[in-house]
């Protein structure tokens, strides 16, 4: 099975940085665009980064200056550089990816578990 595992969530200041991770591991065939959701209390889930399989980024307006989604392929794994946070940024976030499990498969979405990500001073 693939698992997607989110070790970087946590407190912080307003105005300070935090970097989260989520690695891939599993059957793993190849994995296609990679992208960082998250969800506020009351709130729908928002997309907040995306990259794809070569790098390239888009972010939501919210975040754009301040966030920077990153992969290394080499480990299956995907970043999200989070500088001058702010309370608003307050959420569980999630990553994602689309993943092929063997090259008959199709490209399907894998949900890591989400970490809690808390911006208060």
């Known amino acids: 099975q693939v698992q997607l595992v989110e070790p970087g969530g946590g407190l912080v200041q307003p105005g300070g940085p935090l970097r989260l991770s989520c690695a891939a591991s599993?059957?793993?065939?190849?994995?296609?665009?990679m992208a960082w959701y998250r969800q506020a209390p009351g709130k729908e889930r928002e997309l907040v980064a995306t990259?794809?399989?070569?790098?390239?980024?888009n972010y939501a307006d919210s975040v754009k200056g301040r966030f920077t989604i990153s992969r290394d392929n080499t480990k299956n794994t995907v970043y999200l550089q989070m500088n001058s946070l702010k309370p608003e940024d307050t959420a569980v976030y999630y990553c994602?990816?689309?993943?092929?499990?063997?090259?008959?498969?199709?490209?399907?979405?894998?949900w890591g578990q989400g970490t809690q990500v808390t911006v208060s001073s």
């Open positions: 994602n990816a689309a993943i092929k499990i063997s090259r008959w498969s199709t490209f399907r979405d894998y």
């Open positions: 599993g059957s793993i065939f190849s994995i296609n665009a």
């Open positions: 990259i794809t399989s070569g790098g390239s980024t």
